[in-house]
């Protein structure tokens, strides 16, 4: 692979023993091949085509637009986090093998062309939408070798630090960072189906209406049964009308009050007899209308209680007594990772 062949130095005290080099056949990052078969059987090349537009001309399209995201992708997956490294990897066998066959000889793009591409060409209104799009319809590919006939979807935002005044950036007081605050939806595989990037000081469940009700229509046009779980970020009335309206089941935990606390009174005391070793876990379902909420819904309480340490009180509760309150349990809460 563009190197002079020559003959192994032969070692005379033991003729078992070879000398050779051939660096241009040396990789580390071998494991990556098998996510290139993996690429391949999902037909990301035929979807990259579909979903980006490439605005080069003529001599410019020197690399595929393929092999660029295929390099900038794949390099992240091996624990490259930048372009520093760019130039040595052109010249990995890896990287030149999993791009198309006119470069294994050549060598993969270098630092100059892989900077353009992500930070004028991917950066294009146009190619931001095709990005979303086509991370769907790969894990739209995989799903459909999954036969399940039920998906539970995951909402979640999370946490972006940034150092210096990057734009969109703002102070999250949960956090207390300066952050981005990007909102994620994934199914009970922990595939992520859709992301949005958000400023960091917005509430968690901002924007939850572009991500969840596409995704729910998406998921029953394939005639799957779909179930819902957030925390407690999410607990709306206007998610829970939405997931009512189309049929979702849901578990989403919701803040505890005094109202809530009055109906579960008899599982925050201390039961009779010789505590165990173990935590006393209690349960209690029932039915609890809000202020702000157009119907009643059904209410499961979760009460945790470690013996060990009782001794520490708050407000007359054990003080390491943990509440859970979910609003419309109708299947085992799982959350994905």
Known sequence: M????????????????????????VTSDGGLLLIRELDERLGLEKLIEEQLNDSRQGLNKQFKLTDLLRQSVYSRLAGYEDLDDAERLAADPTFRLISAQRIW???????????????????????????????RETLGQAESWDGS?????????????????????????????????????????????????????????????????????????????????????????????????????????????????????????????RPSQKPLVRYKSFWYQAGTWRQPRRIVAKVLVHWERLWVYKDGYPGELKMEILAKVEFPARRST
């Not at 060598?107 to 991370?135: D, P, Q, R, V």
């Open 2 to 25: 563009g190197e002079r062949q020559n003959q192994p130095f032969q070692l005379s005290f033991n003729v078992c023993l070879k000398v050779d080099f051939q660096g241009s056949r």
């Open 105 to 135: 000889d050549r060598g993969a793009a270098l630092t100059s062309t892989l900077h353009w591409f992500e930070t004028e060409l991917l950066t294009k209104e146009e190619n931001l939408i095709g990005l979303m799009a086509l991370n």
């Open 149 to 273: 006939s039920r998906v539970v979807l995951d909402m979640d935002s999370s946490e972006s630090p940034v150092h210096g005044e990057q734009e969109g950036s703002a102070y999250n007081g949960h956090f207390e960072s300066v952050c981005y605050h990007p909102l994620f939806l994934f199914n009970s595989h922990g595939d992520c189906l859709a992301a949005k990037m958000r400023s960091g000081n917005v509430h968690s469940a901002e924007d939850w209406d572009e991500l969840l009700p596409p995704e729910i229509k998406r998921q029953q046009a394939e005639g799957k049964e779909v179930a819902f779980q957030a925390d407690a970020a999410f607990a709306k009335p206007e998610i829970y009308e939405a997931l009512e309206e189309r049929g979702v089941k849901y578990a989403i935990r919701i803040p505890a009050n005094e109202n809530l606390e009055r109906e579960i009174a008899e599982l925050l005391v201390r039961p009779p007899g």
